[in-house]
């Protein structure tokens, strides 16, 4: 569950972050408190990593959604417009909750988020100045919704002399608190499969070793695509104890992708995983071949 992270709110205190003289103003409008770019980097090396992040700060009451937002909402994206032989990689994404959208569960975050990225630099680059600009889309939702879309950018110097040492340790240090919320693949020693039960129900079935009912109790599932009604609730039921095995069954929605060749999502159990360091995973699990014969 995403929170308003101490390490954050600072970040929100300030009306502008600065690099090398050159001042970002975050954007604010309807039902978005402020919205940013951040860099891990105070100056450019040829050849090394950007790390930047994305910033929402929604309004009280507000939130935005997850880049599988459930059957309401719009995930956040981020279209790139770079200098020449800059290459941006996908947005990395926190672990979501439920969230309401007058009446509707759907997946987001209610609080302060950050979703990062990485973008690669040509391993040779003149000294100057290069800007980095991203058109962001989003929505944000509390008894209404706001859709917005806004042009924002860093400019940072590429000048190794001047910047031996180009890191931005305050940002760094965010970044670095957030990296232990994104989630990774699961455990390999996970077993996974997926049926489709009849038309309309998806059955997931897993065996975690070291899982019991126990810790089982609190396990959700977010699909990061349309192939759950994220609005119907989850069935779960235990089988057996010596492998930990238990199955979640969703409800597929009308408008599912037709002919999908994976169902993917991200589980979750606050009470935390045996032997796992994450309460989250990314869990992909492929569809038998025959599985959607009419699509």
């Not at 599988?68 to 941006?88: K, N, R, Y």
């Not at 509390?142 to 859709?147: D, E, I, K």
């Not at 897993?206 to 989850?234: H, W």
Request: aromatic content about 10%; hydrophobic content about 40%; some cysteine.
């Amino acid at each position: 569950m995403i929170r308003l992270f101490p390490t954050l709110s600072v970040f929100l205190v300030a009306v502008f972050v600065a690099f090398d003289g050159i001042a970002v103003e975050p954007y604010s409008g309807p039902g978005i408190r402020s919205m940013e770019l951040l860099s891990a980097s105070q100056a450019i090396v040829p050849g090394q990593d950007l790390h930047l992040g994305l910033l929402i700060a929604p309004e009280p009451e507000h939130h935005t959604y997850w880049k599988g937002p459930g059957i309401v909402g719009v995930a956040t994206s981020i279209t790139w417009d770079l200098p020449e032989g800059f290459e941006a990689g996908p947005l990395r994404w926190p672990a979501p909750e439920k969230v309401d959208m007058v009446g509707i569960t759907a997946n987001g975050y209610r609080g302060t988020t950050l979703l990062l990225t990485t973008i690669k630099t040509p391993h040779s680059l003149p000294n100057g100045s290069y800007r980095v600009n991203a058109k962001v889309a989003w929505m944000a939702c509390a008894t209404s919704c706001n859709p917005g879309v806004t042009d924002l950018s860093l400019t940072l110097p590429c000048d190794p002399a001047k910047f031996p040492e180009s890191e931005n340790t305050s940002v760094l240090k965010l970044f670095q608190s957030i990296e232990t919320s994104i989630p990774s693949p699961a455990p390999t020693a996970w077993k996974r499969e997926v049926t489709l039960t009849d038309k309309n129900t998806i059955t997931l079935t897993l065996s975690i070793p070291g899982l019991n009912r126990e810790l089982a109790e609190y396990i959700d599932f977010f699909c990061d695509d349309m192939q759950v009604n994220s609005d119907k609730p989850t069935k779960m039921t235990w089988l057996e104890d010596d492998s930990g095995t238990f199955q979640l069954q969703f409800s597929r929605p009308d408008f599912a992708p037709k002919n999908p060749s994976h169902f993917s999502g991200l589980i979750t159990n606050p009470a935390g995983w045996p032997l796992a360091e994450s309460s989250s995973y990314e869990i992909s699990v492929p569809w038998s071949e025959d599985t959607f014969p009419d699509e």
